[in-house]
Nanobody, 120 residues
Framework: QVQLVESGGGLVQPGGSLRLSCAASGSIFSINAMGWYRQAPGKQRELVAEITSVGRTNYADSVKGRFTISRDNAKNTVSLQMNSLKPEDAAVYHC??????????????WGQGTLVTVSS
């Protein structure tokens, strides 16, 4: 079984920065991709950023140039540096991890979510 532990959410003023982190643990054989999704009240969950095991990244257009995703393959962690935050970035951010478990097959797990509030 694979678990994700997220940290780093909170309250920040518009224009400020936050850094989210997520650590995966458990019977992990390999991780194909880790990323962050967000869900604002009344809206669908959307991809924010994702990074593959070889470092290929994918960003939502709305965060390009402001957010940076990074990953430590040795520690099975992913981080999201969020700069120039806007009120519309406020949401619950969920970590996502996809990979393989030894002897079992593919997995996909979600973190419990961390709240990001952008307000003055």
């Amino acid at each position: 079984q694979v678990q994700l532990v997220e940290s780093g959410g909170g309250l920040v003023q518009p224009g400020g920065s936050l850094r989210l982190s997520c650590a995966a643990s458990g019977s992990i054989f390999s991780i194909n991709a880790m990323g962050w999704y967000r869900q604002a009240p009344g809206k669908q969950r959307e991809l924010v950023a994702e990074i593959t095991s070889v470092g290929r990244t994918n960003y939502a257009d709305s965060v390009k140039g402001r957010f940076t995703i990074s990953r430590d393959n040795a520690k099975n962690t992913v981080s999201l540096q969020m700069n120039s935050l806007k009120p519309e970035d406020a949401a619950v951010y969920h970590c996502n991890c996809r990979g393989e478990v030894a002897g079992t097959g593919n997995f996909e797990v979600w973190g419990q979510g961390t709240l990001v509030t952008v307000s003055s």
